[in-house]
């Protein structure tokens, strides 16, 4: 079976990236101008626009990647995601790596701890958020939590289903419950985000 991967469509996510790709149309089309103008006269004050806008760029199409980085990744005999960026007491999401034939059971829990289940550093904004995460109980009883927040619904469905679903092509079929099953467990989101 080929590797698959599902990023991060969330509304609200997608909500707050759109203005960052508006954003960015007028400074591509800024940059040559800016650039023109100091190849055809260069002096120290001509160069501070083009790196200006340059810079700008460069911080729109950083903040694009970091929310798109958290990705799930199902390959032959593994389920991973990949590490947010950020220091390792602010972080929210540690690479994680699990084999299918290694899981007993799927669920999803709310937290506002990490994905190894250990507080996140009080003055950072995402220490007081609920995050909702994918676990996955190992057979040596070691829960493994994968941050599926800012996924929708019907992703998240697509991605339980997948995983039940390869659990099963490797020999495993110690899940017994559908997608559907395991999201309405959780009961409804409380949280505004």
């Not at 997608?14 to 190849?39: G, K, N, Q, R």
């Not at 389920?79 to 999803?108: A, C, H, P």
């Not at 927040?149 to 495993?172: A, C, D, H, P, S």
């Amino acid at each position: 079976m080929r590797n698959r991967r599902y990023f991060q469509l969330h509304p609200i996510l997608l909500a707050l990236c759109l203005p960052l790709l508006t954003m960015l149309t007028p400074f591509v089309v800024i940059f040559p101008e800016t650039l023109m103008d100091y190849i055809q006269e260069p002096s120290p004050d001509n160069i501070k626009y083009p790196i200006g806008v340059l810079g700008i760029i460069v911080l729109i199409c950083w903040f694009f990647l970091v929310f798109e980085h958290l990705h799930f990744t199902f390959r032959d005999d593994t389920i991973s995601m990949t590490d947010d960026w950020l220091g390792k007491n602010e972080k929210v999401q540690f690479k994680t790596v699990v084999r299918y034939d290694d899981i007993v059971d799927i669920s999803l829990v709310r937290s506002t701890n990490n994905s190894h289940n250990k507080r996140i550093r009080a003055n950072q904004p995402q220490s007081s958020l609920t995050k909702l995460y994918l676990q996955l109980t190992t057979r040596s009883g070691k829960k493994e939590w994968m941050y599926i927040k800012y996924f929708t619904k019907r992703q998240q469905i697509k991605i339980i289903t997948e995983l039940i679903q390869r659990m099963e092509r490797v020999g495993n079929f110690t899940v017994f419950k559908t997608a559907q099953d395991i999201i309405n467990e959780l009961g409804p989101d409380q949280s505004i985000w």
